[in-house]
C-alpha cells in the first residue's frame, strides 16, 4: 500500500494475527500471502487499525515534514488547533504550549473550535428551516466518508456544511490572506484525508504525537519553556464550542445558537456504535425532527489515534469541561464567514462492492470445510464477526482460506492422522495420566485383536487407559516422571518381543512411543540385519584394539629381547 495514504501498512511488519480485521469496523483490510494491507477505496481513515496492530505494520503517514518545510520557507504560518489539546498537555500551561509552537515558527495560533462554532451556527438555522425530519452531523470526517461510502442513501440527510476544521481554515485564510499556510494540529487522522481533498484551505495535517515529536527534535522540553507574557490565541478563545471534541459537545453547541425545541439531539461515538444507529434508519417512521452527532472515535476527539495522553475519558472529559466553564464571554473581535462560503455537497463514492448468490456462498464457505450450518462456528479468529463475512471477504478477493483457524486445525489434524496411520510402526501418545491421546491401528495390532476391536469403535484409542492396555505402561510412567528425552528398551508382551523407543514430547506432560514387534517377519529381518551390523562393529572395533594392544605387546618383547641379547654380548666379552 502506497504511503501517500493517509494510513498504510508495511507489509513486512505484519505479523498475520488479523487484529487489524477484527477491529476494523468496514474491513477495510485484504490478506494476500498472509500479509494484510489497507484498501483504501473501503477505508474511512478513522486510524483505528494503527491503534491496535501489535506489531506496529499499520501506520500513519508523516506529514511533519511538510509543517517543518512550510515554516521554513513562510513569513507567516497559521496553527488550527483542535480544542482537545487541553486534555493533551493538561499538565503545561496553555502559555507553556503556545509558546513552544511559536518557538518552532508559527506565526498565529487559532482553535479549530471557532470554526466548530459557525458549523454549529449554521447546523442549527438549516435544522430549522428545513423540511426534512433526519439530521446527520457532518463534523466527523470519518463518519462522512462512511456514509459516502456505505450509506449512500442517507448522504442527502448529512448537514451540506463543511466540518469545523474545513470552515476554520477558510476563515483564517479569509483573515490573513490566502497565501498564508494553515496547518492543523490534532489527534484526528482523518484530517489528513480533509487536507488531502482541499489542499488550497488545509495545507497539511499533523497529530499530537507529531508535535510531540517536533519538539523533542528541536530539543525544546514544555516544562522548562519560558512562556511568553500575554500570549493568547488568535484572534481569540473559542466558546462553548471547545467542547466539540467531547461525545455530544456538538449538540451543546447547537442548543446555543437557536430555537430547536421540535427537534431531538443525540449523540453516539465509536464506530460500532455508529454502524449499528444507521442501519436500516432511513426505513423507520420518524416524524419529529431528529440530528445524530456521530463522532468515528470511542468517547469522542480526545480518544483519537493521533493523540498521545494516557489519561482516562473521564479525566479528559473533565478537564476540557473545566476549561470551557469560564469561556463564556468572547473578544469583540471575531473570524466571519458567510454560511455559503462553507456549504458544501456530499457525493457517494463507489467501493464496488459485489452482489453474490446463495450458492456462491455455499461454495465460499465449502472451501473452508463448512459444509452446513452447525459448521460455521463463527468464533471470529480470522477477524471476521462471522463465517457468511468471511465467506464473502474470500468471494472479494480479501482474504484467504488459511485465515480460518478451525479449517486449518482440521487440515493440520487431517495431514498429521494420515502421516500417523501410515507408520508401519505402532505410535501412542499418551498424557500425565496414562491416558491415551492419539494412536494409530498398528499400535493396535500389535496389541492384539481385542484392542483392535477396542480401536475399531474408537479410532486412535482416545481417552482409553494404558495401564489397561498394556503391562509395560511402567516405562511411559518413569519417562514422564524424569523428563528425561528418550527411553529405549525390549519388552515382552502377550508372546512378542516388542522394541519400545519412548520420548519426552512435553516433559512430565506427555510422552510419544514408537513399538515394533520384532517378532513379525519383516521385523525379524529389519532387526537381524540392524543388529548384525552392529554385532560387525562392535568385533572389528575390538579385533582393531587387539590388534593394537598385540602390537603394543609385541614391540615390547622386540625392545626386551634385544636388550637381554645386548647384555649377554656384554657379559662374554668382558669374560675374555
Given at each position: 500500500?502506497?504511503?501517500?495514504?493517509?494510513?498504510?501498512?508495511?507489509?513486512?511488519?505484519?505479523?498475520?494475527?488479523?487484529?487489524?480485521?477484527?477491529?476494523?469496523?468496514?474491513?477495510?483490510?485484504?490478506?494476500?500471502?498472509?500479509?494484510?494491507?489497507?484498501?483504501?477505496?473501503?477505508?474511512?481513515?478513522?486510524?483505528?487499525?494503527?491503534?491496535?496492530?501489535?506489531?506496529?505494520?499499520?501506520k500513519v503517514r508523516n506529514d511533519l515534514w511538510k509543517a517543518q518545510k512550510l515554516v521554513a520557507v513562510n513569513s507567516q504560518v497559521a496553527v488550527s488547533i483542535a480544542p482537545s489539546y487541553i486534555s493533551e498537555w493538561s499538565n503545561i500551561s496553555k502559555e507553556k504550549l503556545f509558546t513552544a509552537i511559536k518557538m518552532l515558527g508559527?506565526?498565529?495560533?487559532?482553535?479549530?473550535?471557532?470554526?466548530?462554532?459557525?458549523?454549529?451556527?449554521?447546523?442549527?438555522?438549516?435544522?430549522?428551516?428545513?423540511?426534512?425530519?433526519?439530521?446527520?452531523?457532518?463534523?466527523?470526517?470519518?463518519?462522512?466518508?462512511?456514509?459516502?461510502?456505505?450509506?449512500?442513501?442517507?448522504?442527502?440527510?448529512?448537514?451540506?456544511?463543511?466540518?469545523?476544521?474545513?470552515?476554520?481554515?477558510?476563515?483564517?485564510?479569509?483573515?490573513?490572506?490566502?497565501?498564508?499556510?494553515?496547518?492543523?494540529?490534532?489527534?484526528?487522522?482523518?484530517?489528513?484525508?480533509?487536507?488531502?481533498?482541499?489542499?488550497?484551505?488545509?495545507?497539511?495535517?499533523?497529530?499530537?504525537?507529531?508535535?510531540?515529536?517536533?519538539?523533542?527534535?528541536?530539543?525544546?522540553?514544555?516544562?522548562?519553556?519560558?512562556?511568553?507574557?500575554?500570549?493568547?490565541?488568535?484572534?481569540?478563545?473559542?466558546?462553548?464550542?471547545?467542547?466539540?471534541?467531547?461525545?455530544?459537545?456538538?449538540?451543546?453547541?447547537?442548543?446555543?445558537?437557536?430555537?430547536?425545541?421540535?427537534?431531538?439531539?443525540?449523540?453516539?461515538?465509536?464506530?460500532?456504535?455508529?454502524?449499528?444507529?444507521?442501519?436500516?434508519?432511513?426505513?423507520?417512521?420518524?416524524?419529529?425532527?431528529?440530528?445524530?452527532?456521530?463522532?468515528?472515535?470511542?468517547?469522542?476527539?480526545?480518544?483519537?489515534?493521533?493523540?498521545?495522553?494516557?489519561?482516562?475519558?473521564?479525566?479528559?472529559?473533565?478537564?476540557?469541561?473545566?476549561?470551557?466553564?469560564?469561556?463564556?464571554?468572547?473578544?469583540?473581535?471575531?473570524?466571519?464567514?458567510?454560511?455559503?462560503?462553507?456549504?458544501?455537497?456530499?457525493?457517494?463514492?463507489?467501493?464496488?462492492?459485489?452482489?453474490?448468490?446463495?450458492?456462491?456462498?455455499?461454495?465460499?464457505?465449502?472451501?473452508?470445510?463448512?459444509?452446513?450450518?452447525?459448521?460455521?462456528?463463527?468464533?471470529?479468529?480470522?477477524?471476521y464477526d462471522s463465517c457468511r463475512e468471511f465467506a464473502h471477504a474470500i468471494l472479494e478477493d480479501r482474504a484467504e482460506r488459511s485465515m480460518c483457524a478451525s479449517y486449518m486445525r482440521k487440515v493440520a489434524h487431517d495431514k498429521a492422522t494420515v502421516l500417523l496411520q501410515k507408520i508401519p510402526s505402532g505410535v501412542v501418545i499418551i498424557?500425565?495420566?496414562?491416558?491415551?491421546?492419539?494412536?494409530?491401528?498398528?499400535?493396535?495390532?500389535?496389541?492384539?485383536?481385542?484392542?483392535?476391536?477396542?480401536?475399531?469403535?474408537?479410532?486412535?484409542?482416545?481417552?482409553?487407559?494404558?495401564?489397561?492396555?498394556?503391562?509395560?505402561?511402567?516405562?511411559f510412567a518413569s519417562l514422564l516422571s524424569s523428563g528425561s528425552e528418550n527411553i529405549e528398551c525390549d519388552v515382552k508382551h502377550n508372546g512378542k518381543l516388542l522394541h519400545m523407543s519412548l520420548f519426552s514430547i512435553q516433559p512430565h506432560k506427555i510422552v510419544g512411543g514408537i513399538i515394533r514387534d520384532l517378532t513379525m517377519p519383516e521385523?525379524?529381518?529389519?532387526?537381524?540385519?540392524?543388529?548384525?551390523?552392529?554385532?560387525?562393529?562392535?568385533?572389528?572395533?575390538?579385533?582393531?584394539?587387539?590388534?593394537?594392544?598385540?602390537?603394543?605387546?609385541?614391540?615390547?618383547?622386540?625392545?626386551?629381547?634385544?636388550?637381554?641379547?645386548?647384555?649377554?654380548?656384554?657379559?662374554?666379552?668382558?669374560?675374555?
Open positions: 500500500m502506497t504511503p501517500f495514504l493517509p494510513v498504510f501498512t508495511e507489509k513486512n511488519n505484519c505479523q498475520d494475527c488479523y487484529k487489524c480485521i477484527r477491529e476494523c469496523s468496514v474491513k477495510a483490510i485484504k490478506v494476500e500471502k498472509g500479509r494484510a494491507s489497507v484498501i483504501s477505496e473501503l477505508c474511512i481513515f478513522c486510524g483505528r487499525c494503527t491503534e491496535v496492530c501489535p506489531a506496529g505494520a499499520k508559527f506565526t498565529h495560533i487559532s482553535e479549530t473550535a471557532i470554526g466548530a462554532e459557525k458549523v454549529s451556527e449554521f447546523s442549527a438555522k438549516y435544522i430549522q428551516e428545513s423540511n426534512k425530519h433526519l439530521f446527520l452531523s457532518s463534523a466527523c470526517p470519518a463518519v462522512v466518508e462512511f456514509v459516502e461510502k456505505f450509506h449512500p442513501e442517507l448522504i442527502e440527510n448529512i448537514i451540506p456544511i463543511f466540518s469545523p476544521l474545513m470552515a476554520h481554515a477558510k476563515m483564517l485564510k479569509a483573515e490573513l490572506g490566502k497565501e498564508t499556510p494553515v496547518v492543523f494540529i490534532g489527534p484526528c487522522i482523518a484530517k489528513k484525508r480533509e487536507s488531502d481533498k482541499y489542499p488550497h484551505d488545509v495545507d497539511v495535517a499533523i497529530t499530537f504525537s507529531d508535535l510531540n515529536n517536533w519538539f523533542e527534535q528541536e530539543q525544546i522540553i514544555l516544562d522548562e519553556v519560558d512562556a511568553e507574557q500575554n500570549i493568547s490565541l488568535f484572534p481569540h478563545e473559542a466558546g462553548i464550542a471547545a467542547l466539540y471534541p467531547l461525545d455530544g459537545g456538538m449538540a451543546k453547541g447547537i442548543k446555543k445558537c437557536g430555537s430547536i425545541d421540535d427537534t431531538t439531539l443525540m449523540n453516539f461515538s465509536g464506530m460500532q456504535n455508529v454502524k449499528e444507529v444507521l442501519k436500516d434508519i432511513n426505513k423507520q417512521n420518524i416524524t419529529n425532527k431528529l440530528f445524530l452527532e456521530l463522532l468515528a472515535c470511542p468517547g469522542g476527539c480526545i480518544n483519537g489515534p493521533g493523540s498521545d495522553s494516557k489519561y482516562s475519558s473521564a479525566v479528559k472529559n473533565l478537564k476540557i469541561i473545566d476549561e470551557t466553564r469560564g469561556r463564556q464571554k468572547q473578544n469583540d473581535k471575531k473570524l466571519h464567514i458567510e454560511y455559503s462560503a462553507i456549504k458544501c455537497q456530499y457525493l457517494p463514492q463507489d467501493v464496488n462492492e459485489q452482489k453474490y448468490t446463495e450458492k456462491q456462498y455455499k461454495e465460499a464457505l465449502q472451501i473452508v470445510g463448512k459444509l452446513s450450518e452447525k459448521d460455521e462456528l463463527n468464533c471470529g479468529g480470522c477477524g498424557d500425565d495420566n496414562l491416558k491415551i491421546i492419539e494412536s494409530n491401528k498398528s499400535f493396535a495390532k500389535i496389541l492384539g485383536e481385542e484392542t483392535l476391536m477396542i480401536w475399531d469403535v474408537n479410532p486412535g484409542l482416545g481417552g482409553a487407559n494404558l495401564t489397561k492396555l498394556v503391562s509395560f505402561h511402567k516405562f521385523m525379524r529381518r529389519e532387526e537381524v540385519i540392524k543388529r548384525s551390523k552392529k554385532v560387525i562393529t562392535e568385533n572389528l572395533n575390538t579385533v582393531q584394539r587387539i590388534a593394537y594392544l598385540l602390537g603394543e605387546n609385541a614391540s615390547r618383547t622386540e625392545a626386551i629381547l634385544n636388550s637381554i641379547v645386548e647384555s649377554h654380548s656384554i657379559d662374554e666379552h668382558n669374560s675374555n
